[in-house]
């Protein structure tokens, strides 16, 4: 079965650090996303992606984010001076079609990244 | 702003009852709601969609039911093994959102105990 794919699983950085967590969607989705959670929260949405530009990106996605497809397969989440508060797991998703009312908006989760900020 | 409750946080059974999960949701009018499971330090998998049209839906073991007078939905995993220990969450369409971002409850975590 086509998987997200994640890496890496476990990254440990210093505050103020870049970091790039990388991920290769499934070959024939168009939508990717970032979703985070912090340690016995709830799953948050971060920001989606389509043909090459940010769709859409929640309050936490801030100037710190940025995404992009470099290559055509690959969709990297880059945070540009980390936090303490940063520190979560990283969830990459993907999806084939828009088709949102045909309920179609069922995502395919990558088994995360986990940031530690120290 | 759309809200999700998931009830209980835990929820610890014995093998071979039901589990029934409890979502609630307020200042919404979904068009579908979904579950999915995650085990721990792994990402949501996708189980079962229902839409606003649909009473129940089933597959398998799984059965989730669509209240939307009481904005809330079931979810029931019949003939529980301890293999279905794991956290379950449901979610919903973030209705203002272009590309249909999924909203989240917080899960509830299921134990089944052998």
């Known amino acids: 079965e086509p998987e997200v794919t994640q890496t890496p699983s476990h990254q440990v950085t210093q505050m103020g650090q870049e970091v790039i967590l990388r991920c290769v969607p499934i070959?024939?989705?168009?939508?990717f996303y970032w979703y985070r959670q912090i340690l016995g929260q709830k799953v948050e949405f971060l920001v989606s992606?389509?043909?090459?530009?940010?769709?859409?990106k929640s309050e936490i996605f801030d100037d710190q984010f940025s995404v992009e497809r470099p290559d055509g397969s690959n969709f990297t989440l880059k945070i540009r001076s980390t936090k303490l508060e940063d520190s979560a797991m990283y969830f990459c998703?993907?999806?084939?079609?828009?088709?949102?009312?045909?309920?179609?908006?069922?995502?395919?989760f990558g088994a995360g990244s986990r940031l530690t900020v120290l | 702003s759309q809200k999700i409750e998931q009830n209980s946080e835990a929820l610890n059974i014995q093998e071979g009852k039901t589990a029934t999960l409890t979502c609630n949701y307020t200042n919404y009018s979904p068009a579908y709601l979904q579950w999915y499971r995650q085990d721990p330090g792994r990402g949501p998998v996708f189980l079962l969609l229902?839409?606003?049209?649909?009473k129940e839906k089933r597959k398998e073991r799984l059965k989730v039911t669509f209240d939307t007078t009481l904005k809330q939905s079931l979810f029931h995993i019949t003939a529980s093994q301890p293999a279905d220990s794991a956290t379950y969450l449901c979610a919903l369409l973030n209705y203002g959102g272009s590309q249909g971002n999924l909203i989240f409850g917080k899960g509830t975590k299921l134990s089944v105990k052998p």
């Open positions: 992606f389509y043909n090459n530009e940010i769709s859409e």
């Open positions: 229902i839409r606003e049209n649909e």
């Open positions: 070959s024939n989705h168009l939508y």
């Open positions: 998703a993907s999806k084939r079609d828009r088709a949102l009312w045909l309920g179609a908006n069922v995502l395919t």
